[in-house]
């Protein structure tokens, strides 16, 4: 089973940016399609970005221009850089494979504030 841990999140100022990482276990990964979820408070989880095992991209309307996701096969490891962060970009942010998730991590938490 593959295990995934992602990490960088933190309290920026709106305008601000993170890069967040999800580091996986287990074989095979360059294979998957990965996403990056996010949860708010209060509301369900949402697919923000994916990224096919051939580089294509894919991202939510409310992230377009805004978030790149990208991938280090060779770290097994997913990245999605965060610029010019928004107070409702705030939430809990997960990666995992799209489609067919594994069990899920504890993500990361983004806090946008001033």
């Known amino acids: 089973q593959v295990q995934l841990v992602e990490s960088g999140g933190g309290l920026v100022q709106p305008g601000g940016s993170l890069r967040l990482s999800c580091a996986a276990s287990g074989a095979n990964f360059s294979r998957y399609t990965m996403g990056w979820y996010r949860q708010a408070p209060g509301k369900e989880r949402e697919l923000v970005a994916r990224?096919?095992?051939?580089?294509?991209?894919n991202y939510a309307d409310s992230v377009k221009g805004r978030f790149t996701i990208s991938r280090d096969n060779a770290k097994n490891t997913v990245y999605l850089q965060m610029d010019s962060l928004k107070p409702e970009d705030t939430a809990v942010y997960y990666c995992n494979r799209y489609l067919l998730s594994f069990d899920w991590g504890q993500g990361t938490q983004v806090t946008v504030s001033s």
């Open positions: 990224i096919t095992n051939d580089d294509s991209t």
